[in-house]
C-alpha cells in the first residue's frame, strides 16, 4: 500500500468511528463492542503502515541504486556533462566536463556557462539559451581556463520539477577540435579528389563516348560483315548462299502455289580467261563489274542476280507467264553484253554461254539441284558454239543422270582394276619391223563391255581422276614394256609410248612421280616416250618448256600427237625438246585420193628434217599408204594395216612372232 493509500484509509476509518459516536441509537452495552471493533481496524492499519513502510525502504534502497549508478555514468562518461538552472548557472558537472574546460570539478558549481564560451560567441549563445525551447543541437566555441578557444558541440534538454515546471537545463559538450582539424586537413584532400572525380568523371565521358563510337562501328561492321557474307565483294551482287537461300525460298513457294512458275539463268562469260590473262586482273575485275551492271538491267526489282564466282553469273526470275519470258531476258542479257566494253583506253567485246532451267521441268527438291541443271545445259550451250542459251530439258537430265553414273562406274573401275592397257605396234619404215609399242587404255565396263577412251577420258579429266589413272597406266606400260624386254631381249624393243593429257602434264609433281615409276619398273628412261598435244604448247609455252626439258634431261623422248590439227607455232615448236612428230591420221587416210594431203605430208616431213626430229605416220591402213609414206622418208608408221591395239598377251605373241612389213 502506498502512502496516499494509506492515508485514505485512516480518514475512512476516523469518519466511521463518528458516525458510530453520533448514532443515537447506540446501546450502552454497545459502546464497547464499538471501541473493539475500531481497535482491531486500527491494528489493521498499523500493520498496512508497517507494510508500506518496509516497501517504502525497499524503493528508497532501489532508487538510491540507480542514482549511484546514474551518477557514475555522469561521474565517468567521455563528453562533458552540466545541469545549470534556468539562468545559466552551472549546478553539476561531470568530470569531462572539467577536464574539457581546465578547471577543477568543485570549482565549476556555482560558475555561469557563458563565462566558458568564447568571446565571439557569447552573444549567440545568449540569444540562444533565451530562445532555448526542449532540445538543441548545435556547434560553438568554448573558452577554457587555460589555452585557446576550441570548438564543441553542444547539445542542451530542459530539466522539469514534479509539476512540469522548467527548472533548468542539461548540456553535453562534445570536444570537436580533432575532428575540425581532421576536416580542415581534409578539405585539400577533398579539393583533390573532386578534381580527380571531374577528371575521372571527364575521362569515363570521353571513354563512354568511345565506347559509343566503337559500338556504332561494331554495327556498322556486323553490318558490313553480314553484307559481305550474303554478297560478293566485287560486284555488290548476292554471293552463292544468298542466290542459294532465294532459290530455296522460291522452290518452297511452288509447293504451296502449284501455278507459281520461276526459272534459273546460269551464265558463263565466253573467253573471259583470255582477257584477264592478256588485259590483267585489274582490267578483268572491271569488266564483271560492268557485266554485274548490265545484268541488273536486264532484270526486274523482284528477280535476283547473283555471282557464284569467277566468271559465272546467275539470274533468279520469279512469278514468270511461260518459257518465253526466261528466253526473252537472255535474249537481252545477249544484246547487252554484246556491246563493246572500254578496258583500258581500249574496247573489248565479250560473249556469254546461258542455261535456262525451268521450275516445271522436274519436281525440284533442292535448290542445287535446279542450278546444276541450268549448269548443264549452260554447258550445252558451250558446246554447241558459245554466244547462245540453251534449255535444261529431260533429255540433258537423262545425260546428266548417265554422267552421273558413268562417274560412279569410273571411281569404282579404278578400286575393281576394271582397267587394261592395250598394245598397238609402232613399225619401222626403214626396215618394216617393230620399233616398240603404243600404250592405249581401255576400260571392260561390267555392263557396256569394252570401252575405248573417248568415252571416258573427258569425263575423268572434269573430275580430276585422270591423275590416278594416267598415272597407273603410266606405271603399267612401263612395267610391261620392261618385263618384254627383259624375256625378248633379241627382238630388240626400243620405245614404250604413253600419252599425257593436258591436266597431267601440268601436275607439280609429274617430273617425280615419272622418276619415281622409272626407278620402281627398272625401265631405261631412252626407252620411254611420252605424247603430248600441241595444246600444251599453245596454253602455257614458258611452263610448258620447262617441263619438257626436265624431262629430255632425265632421258626421256618426246613426241607432238596429232600434230597438224592445233594451232602450234613453227617457232615455238622449234624452241621445243622434241623427239618425233606424229602426223594426224586425218592427213593419212585420203593420201590415195587427194594429192594435197601427200604434199603436206611431205612437207612435214621435211620440216621434221629441218628441227632433227623424226616422223610417225598415224593411221596406216593399206599397203599403197604404206609405199607413199616410205617414198615420202617418213620413219615411223603406226595403224590397223600393221595391227589393231592388242592386250598384253596377244602383243606378247606379236613380239614372238617378230613380223616382218
Not at 71 to 76: D, I, R, V
Not at 346 to 354: K, L, M, N, R
Not at 518 to 540: R, W
Request: glycine content about 4%; some cysteine.
Amino acid at each position: 500500500m502506498n502512502v496516499d493509500g494509506f492515508s485514505q484509509h485512516i480518514e475512512k476509518l476516523r469518519s466511521h468511528v463518528q458516525r458510530l459516536l453520533q448514532s443515537s441509537t447506540i446501546k450502552p452495552n454497545s459502546q464497547q463492542e464499538i471501541i473493539t471493533e475500531v481497535f482491531e481496524e486500527l491494528h489493521t492499519v498499523v500493520e498496512e503502515l508497517l507494510t508500506a513502510s518496509e516497501e517504502l525502504d525497499v524503493t528508497r534502497a532501489a532508487v538510491e541504486k540507480e542514482r549511484q549508478r546514474y551518477q557514475e555514468l555522469f561521474e565517468f562518461a567521455p563528453d562533458g556533462y552540466l545541469v545549470t538552472d534556468t539562468a545559466g548557472t552551472i549546478q553539476e558537472a561531470n568530470r569531462a566536463a572539467a577536464t574539457l574546460l581546465c578547471v577543477r570539478q568543485k570549482y565549476l558549481a556555482g560558475k555561469l556557462l557563458i563565462v566558458f564560451i568564447a568571446q565571439q560567441d557569447r552573444q549567440f549563445f545568449s540569444s540562444q539559451i533565451n530562445n532555448l525551447q526542449e532540445f538543441l543541437n548545435w556547434e560553438i566555441n568554448v573558452q577554457p581556463r587555460r589555452g585557446t578557444p576550441f570548438p564543441v558541440n553542444i547539445k542542451a534538454s530542459a530539466v522539469y520539477d514534479l509539476q512540469r515546471k522548467k527548472v533548468g537545463w542539461r548540456w553535453l559538450l562534445c570536444d570537436i577540435n580533432e575532428r575540425k582539424k581532421a576536416q580542415e586537413m581534409l578539405h585539400p584532400a577533398k579539393d583533390e579528389l573532386e578534381i580527380r572525380v571531374a577528371e575521372r568523371t571527364a575521362e569515363l565521358v570521353k571513354a563512354n563516348q568511345k565506347l559509343l563510337t566503337e559500338i556504332i562501328e561494331r554495327k556498322q561492321s556486323e553490318s558490313q560483315l553480314l553484307h559481305l557474307a550474303f554478297h560478293d565483294a566485287l560486284t555488290g551482287l548476292p554471293n552463292r548462299a544468298e542466290f542459294m537461300n532465294s532459290l530455296r525460298h522460291a522452290i518452297n513457294y511452288s509447293k504451296r502455289h502449284s501455278d507459281y512458275l520461276f526459272a534459273v539463268l546460269f551464265i558463263d562469260l565466253d573467253r573471259f580467261k583470255a582477257i584477264n590473262d592478256s588485259l590483267g586482273h585489274l582490267n578483268g575485275d572491271q569488266l564483271l563489274l560492268t557485266t554485274a551492271s548490265r545484268l541488273k538491267v536486264c532484270v526486274r526489282s523482284i528477280d535476283t542476280a547473283a555471282r557464284l564466282g569467277g566468271d559465272e553469273f546467275t539470274i533468279l526470275l520469279e512469278g514468270i507467264q511461260d518459257v518465253s519470258d526466261a528466253i526473252t531476258v537472255a535474249e537481252r542479257i545477249q544484246q547487252e553484253l554484246a556491246l563493246p566494253f572500254e578496258l583500258d583506253e581500249q574496247e573489248v567485246f565479250i560473249t556469254a554461254s546461258i542455261g535456262i532451267a525451268l521450275s516445271s521441268t522436274v519436281n525440284y527438291e533442292q535448290p542445287e539441284e535446279l542450278l546444276r541443271d541450268a549448269d548443264t545445259a549452260m554447258y550445252r550451250a558451250k558446246v554447241q558454239g558459245r554466244a547462245r542459251y540453251e534449255l535444261f530439258n529431260s533429255d540433258m537430265y537423262a545425260n546428266t543422270l548417265a554422267k552421273l553414273q558413268l562417274e560412279t562406274d569410273l571411281r569404282q573401275a579404278i578400286e575393281r582394276l576394271e582397267f587394261e592397257v592395250y598394245y598397238q605396234p609402232i613399225v619401222s619404215l626403214t626396215n618394216g619391223s617393230i620399233l616398240g609399242f603404243e600404250a592405249l587404255l581401255r576400260w571392260e565396263h561390267p555392263e557396256r563391255g569394252l570401252l575405248n577412251p573417248a568415252d571416258f577420258i573427258p569425263l575423268a579429266e572434269e573430275t580430276g581422276l585422270i591423275f590416278s589413272i594416267g598415272n597407273w597406266v603410266l606405271y603399267e606400260a612401263c612395267r610391261q614394256m620392261q618385263a618384254w624386254r627383259v624375256c625378248h631381249r633379241s627382238n630388240l624393243l626400243e620405245k614404250i609410248s604413253v600419252n599425257l593429257s593436258l591436266k597431267q602434264f601440268f601436275q607439280p609433281d609429274l617430273i617425280e612421280q615419272i622418276r619415281q615409276i622409272l626407278h620402281s619398273t627398272g625401265l631405261d628412261a631412252g626407252t620411254l616416250m611420252l605424247e603430248v598435244t600441241e595444246n600444251i604448247i599453245v596454253e602455257n609455252s614458258d611452263k610448258a618448256t620447262a617441263a619438257l626439258l626436265q624431262l629430255r634431261e632425265m632421258g626421256i623422248e618426246l613426241s607432238i600427237d596429232d600434230f597438224g590439227t592445233g594451232y602450234s607455232s613453227l617457232g615455238r615448236l622449234y624452241n621445243f625438246p622434241i623427239s618425233v612428230l606424229k602426223i594426224d591420221r586425218s592427213f593419212i587416210s585420203p593420201m590415195g585420193t587427194n594429192s594435197k594431203n601427200v604434199e603436206i605430208i611431205e612437207i612435214i616431213v621435211t620440216l621434221a628434217d629441218k628441227l632433227g626430229v623424226d616422223v610417225l605416220a598415224e593411221g596406216v591402213e593399206t599397203k599403197e599408204q604404206l609405199a607413199l609414206l616410205r617414198k615420202l622418208n617418213c620413219e615411223y608408221g603406226q595403224g590397223y594395216f600393221f595391227s589393231v591395239p592388242l592386250n598384253s598377251s596377244a602383243a606378247e605373241a606379236l613380239i614372238m612372232e617378230n613380223p616382218r612389213w
